[in-house]
Structures are given as C-alpha cells and as structure tokens.
C-alpha cells in the first residue's frame, strides 16, 4: 500500500479535511432530527409489541454488515493517513460489529426459548453491555489519540501489520467477552431478574456509557478539526438517544421504547458509513475531474507541438523553395559558356535574404507560442503588400496569372510585425495562385487592394478567379488541419488567422463574383503622428 509523505497530499482526506458550513449544518440538522424522533417516540416507548422478536435477526444482521463496512472503509483510510486514532476507531467499530453476532444468537425468545451456544440469563445482557461501552470508549480513545498526535507521520511504516494487530485486538475483545458471558451462570454478574426485567446493577452500564459518550463528546468539541470529528459526533449524540431509550424511558424488551432505541442504534452504526461513502464518491468525482482536465491539458501540449511542426513546415516551405529555385538560377548562369557573374551574385543576394527569412518566421512562430511579447512597429502596410508580390513573382509568371493592384495612397500605418504580416500576405497570394493553377476557360486575375475602413481600420483584400469554395468548406477554412489541398497541411489559414486576430485584426472569407474567392482582413490604424524613428521604420517596410 502507498502513502504519501507530504501532508498537503492528504488535505482531501475525510480524518483531516476541515467541515464545509454545509456539512456543520447538516449534522446540526441531523441531531435536531434525532431530538425530534426521540420526543415523538417517548410518549409510546412502554407500549408493549408482542410477536416482534422475529425481526430482531434482520436488525442484527443490518448492523454487522453497517459496522463491518464502516470498519473495512476505516482500515483502508487507516491505510492512507498512518495515524494511531484511525487505527484505533476502525478496531473499535470492528469490535461492536463482531460483538453483534454472539448478542443475537443468546437473545432468549429467538433462536431458542434461552439462546443458542449454551447460553444462561446473564449471558445476552454481558454482550450488550460490552456493545454499548465499547463504542464511546474507542471514539473517546480517537478523540484523546488524535488531540496527541504531533510532529510528521511515519509515512513508510508498513500498514498491513498494524491492520492485522487492529483486528487483531477487536478479535480478543470480541471473543474474550463472549467467551465470559458463556461462562458458568454462578460466576457472572447478576444483570438480569428474568427474560424481560434488569437488576440495578444494569444502571450502572447505561450512566457509564452516557458518561463516555460525553467526555468523547467534549473532547471532539474541542478540536473538530475534520468531517469524521463532526460525524463522530452525531454518531455519538444517536447512541446517547438509544441508551437513554433503552435503559430508562423502554418498559422493557420488545418494547415500542425499546424498538425505537434499535433504530437509533441502527442509525449510529450507519452514519459514519454514509458519509465515508458519500465523501468517497465526492472525492472519486473531484478524481475523475483531475484526471480528465490533466488529459485535456496534454492534449493541448500535444495538438501546440503538432500546430508549431507543422507551422514550421507550411511556413517555411516558401523560403526554401525559394531559395532552391535562385540556387538552380544561379547554376545555369554558371554553366552558360560565358557566365554571368552579376546574375549569379543577384541569385545569391536572393538566397541569402531568403535564409534570413526564414529564419525571422521560425523566430515569429517560436514567440507565438512561447507568448513572447511581439516585436512590432509602425509600418505601411502597402510597402508590405509590395514586398510580398515581390516574392511571388516568378510564381505567377510560370503560372501566366495577371496581378491587379489597387493600394489606396496616404493609408495611415498600422503597428505590427512586418515579418508576420508578410507571412499573412504570402499564404492568401499563394492560395489564390493555387486555386487558378487549373483554371483554363478564363483569365487568371489576382486583385489586391487596400483601404481605410470608417476611422479605425485598414482592410486589404487578396482576390482570385480560381475554382472558389464550397459552403461547407467556407465553414471549416479556418480550423487546424482542414485543407482543401491534396497535399497541404491545413495549417496556412489558421496561422493566417491567428497573427491578424494577434495585431487586433479580422480575417474572414466570402465569394468572389463570378468566380474565385475573396478573403479579407483589418488592422487597427495607427494615426499617430509620425516622428523621425516611425517615419525610419515606415520607409524601411517600404
């Protein structure tokens, strides 16, 4: 069995976790229920129920299996939190449960006219008194052991051998007690007149269980640290109800008094019971709950590493292929008969500003998910629009596509990354491209504008006269991994989205009339007035 050292692992453990005010007044309610029980039976406990001892085997039963369960869920719990009170409350509630059983199998009148196992007068009303001093002694012994306890527990102590010493002790107490109460008639107390009267002798057992029911009662008062002290208490306000009920408002065995007392008892040995069964399944759900948010939190690790390989992969496809097409350029103006040195150095120039680029998207992608503080600037956003078409250029020429550019003049500028923005720009162009490559019956037109919207926003639209899109897909363009591409990722749109609604923008799609599709995208203005470092970063975009 494994334990845990820390003591703030065992904060949500039923022997130390602190009552909720529900729970306070729950128990309150419980015990005003009990009083209200009690003043409601005692005007008819001496009425007499003849013929009902037959049910007094159901009862017994009922409370061993109530008490054995609650000392197999305190065992455990025991378990858990190695503490000696806990030990010593599961013994204490294995011993009444064991005790049970010799009480109803001498019960006179039920089995057999004077009980079964040899049985004399005295016999079943030993047993009975064993069972009521019993209990408020162990919860006293728990309340007092609990009140010791200081310093850290010996959390690497086995469990299992003071389980067995636990049970062990119950056993003795259990089989000791009947063992004497089976013993000569002549040598027992004389507890018992007949089969229905006490001796005064039997007051004293009552009084003395009253009496430790109130000094455990005062001692769990005092501390009421956890939701077993509080429950302890109401058990131990029941059982006080039950003895009262039995030894002097009952006339007797068999009574109404002394029935409703069994009831009582009954309800004592099952409150605990209840409540572990109710704070374990609470505790169980609050599990399955951490379990299942842990789940979705590495999930969520998962599906970030997946989106950052593929971003890096899908953004980072351009600048490579790029940078592979100026390297075959620059090779055949190599192997020309008269190379061209200048053209050569220019495809250099190009792979070399392509590396860059890359590198500066890898480093855009990075701070994206590390939520590393952007670093943005000032820019014209036309000059970015620009540099993007730049790039794209031999692209739409092997592709024979048109470019139509309508960039509205003195737009203010907006704050950003010029890097991400390029990447917004450079994804929605090829896209467009992509989508008119298989057009044949029309021509290939990609239209780019831009312009103020109202006093607040800057909107670029990148336009095609491709194949255009689907509703359905309309819908999904946006989620991680959709793609309409036989080979894509499915990663372009969403990181599209992700950068312009970062820059406190908008991307969205629409149909293009009469083909192709049009997607769209603002950015707040910045119309601050331009000092000599903005107009520097404005003409550097440029």
Request: with cysteine; glycine share 6%.
């Amino acid at each position: 069995m494994r334990t845990s050292d820390d003591p703030g692992d065992q904060r949500f453990l039923l022997a130390t976790l602190p009552p909720r005010a529900g729970q306070t007044r729950l128990a309150i309610g419980t015990v005003a229920g009990l009083l209200v029980a009690l003043a409601v039976a005692a005007p008819f406990a001496r009425l007499t129920l003849d013929g009902t001892s037959v049910l007094l085997p159901a009862y017994a039963t009922a409370v061993l299996l109530t008490e054995l369960m609650t000392a197999v869920l305190l065992f455990a719990l025991y378990a858990t939190q190695r503490t000696p009170a806990l030990l010593a409350l599961a013994a204490g509630y294995l011993t009444t449960a064991l005790l049970i059983v010799p009480w109803a199998l001498t019960f006179p009148g039920v089995f057999a006219p004077t009980g079964l196992l040899g049985a004399s007068l005295q016999s079943t009303a030993i047993v009975a008194a064993g069972r009521r001093l019993a209990l408020p002694l162990f919860i006293l012994a728990y309340a007092l052991l609990k009140a010791m306890e200081a310093g850290p527990r010996d959390a690497h102590r086995p469990a299992l051998p003071a389980i067995a010493g636990g049970m062990a002790l119950a056993a003795t107490l259990a089989g000791g007690l009947t063992a004497f109460a089976l013993a000569d008639d002549a040598l027992l107390p004389r507890l018992m007149i007949d089969t229905m009267r006490e001796t005064p002798l039997w007051r004293v057992v009552p009084v003395t269980a009253l009496a430790l029911c109130v000094a455990a009662l005062a001692v769990l008062w005092r501390q009421r640290r956890s939701v077993l002290d509080l429950w302890l208490m109401v058990v131990l306000s029941a059982w006080a109800i039950e003895t009262c009920l039995l030894s002097f408002i009952s006339a007797g065995r068999f009574s109404a008094g002394w029935w409703s007392g069994r009831v009582f008892g009954l309800a004592a040995s099952s409150i605990v019971l209840l409540v572990l069964l109710a704070e374990m399944t609470t505790l169980y759900g609050r599990l399955v709950r951490s379990v299942a948010a842990e789940r979705r939190v590495r999930d969520a690790r998962l599906a970030s590493l997946e989106a950052l390989s593929a971003s890096i992969a899908h953004e980072v496809n351009q600048p490579l292929a790029s940078m592979v097409t100026n390297a075959g350029a620059g090779l055949r103006w190599l192997d020309r008969p008269s190379p061209n040195l200048m053209e050569v150095r220019a495809a250099l120039k190009r792979i070399s500003d392509d590396g860059h680029r890359a590198a500066r998207v890898i480093a855009c992608i990075r701070d994206s998910f590390r939520k590393a503080p952007p670093r943005r600037s000032r820019m014209d956003i036309n000059g970015v629009i620009r540099s993007a078409l730049d790039r794209t250029e031999g692209e739409r020429r092997l592709n024979r596509i048109a470019v139509r550019t309508d960039l509205q003049q003195r737009l203010p500028a907006v704050n950003g990354s010029a890097v991400q923005l390029e990447q917004v720009l450079l994804n929605l162009i090829a896209n467009a491209d992509d989508a008119m490559a298989a057009v044949t019956d029309r021509p290939r037109v990609l239209s780019i504008r831009s312009r103020r919207r109202g006093l607040t926003d800057v909107i670029v639209s990148v336009e095609d006269t491709g194949t255009g899109l689907q509703p359905a897909q309309e819908e999904r363009l946006f989620e991680p991994f959709f793609t309409t591409k036989e080979h894509g990722i499915g990663m372009g749109l969403t990181i599209c989205q992700s950068i312009v609604e970062a820059h406190g923008g908008r991307l969205w799609v629409a149909a293009n009339q009469p083909h192709g599709a049009v997607f769209r995208f603002t950015l707040p203005a910045d119309d601050e007035p331009e000092g000599p470092e903005a107009g520097a970063a404005l003409e550097r975009t440029s």
